[in-house]
Nanobody, 128 residues
Framework: QVQLVESGGGSVQAGGSLRLSCTAPGFTSKNCGMDWYRQTEGEGRDWVASIRPDGTTTYADSVKGRFTATHDKTQDTMYLQMTSLKPEDTAMYSC??????????????????????WGRGTKVTVSS
C-alpha cells in the first residue's frame, strides 16, 4: 500500500518560514498532483493548496501570497513553502493525492487509489 510521508513541521515564531515535504517512499507517482490540508484540534480539516500535474497551483484565500506548492519531479517530492507564518496557521498539515492517483514501485507494481493516498501529517506551531 502507498503511504505518503510528510516532514518539515516544527515550531516557529510569527513571521517565520517552514518548508513541508511530502513523499511516497518506495513509489513513484504517475502524473499525480497533490493537495495539502490542515487540521486544528477540535476543528475540521481545511484545504490549503493544490498543485496539478502540469504545475498549476491554487490556494486557500487564507494562505494566498504566503504559501507556495511545488513539485520536484527529479526527486518526486512535493513541497509546501510557508512564509510569513501566523499563529492561526498552527495545525497538523497533511498531503493527499487527488482521487484515482497511481503510484508504482521499482518492480512495476502499481496502486490506484480511488479515494487518494494520504499522509499522517506533520505538526506546525506558530507562536506570537
Amino acid at each position: 500500500q502507498v503511504q505518503l510521508v510528510e516532514s518539515g513541521g516544527g515550531s516557529v515564531q510569527a513571521g517565520g518560514s517552514l518548508r513541508l515535504s511530502c513523499t511516497a517512499p518506495g513509489f513513484t507517482s504517475k502524473n499525480c498532483g497533490m493537495d495539502w490540508y490542515r487540521q486544528t484540534e477540535g476543528e475540521g480539516r481545511d484545504w490549503v493548496a493544490s498543485i496539478r500535474p502540469d504545475g498549476t497551483t491554487t490556494y486557500a484565500d487564507s494562505v494566498k501570497g504566503r504559501f507556495t506548492a511545488t513539485h520536484d519531479k527529479t526527486q518526486d517530492t512535493m513541497y509546501l513553502q510557508m512564509t510569513s507564518l501566523k499563529p492561526e496557521d498552527t495545525a497538523m498539515y497533511s498531503c493527499a493525492t487527488p482521487r484515482r492517483c497511481t503510484y508504482c514501485n521499482a518492480d512495476g507494481v502499481c496502486h490506484l487509489s480511488a479515494a487518494g493516498f494520504w499522509g499522517r501529517g506533520t505538526k506546525v506551531t506558530v507562536s506570537s
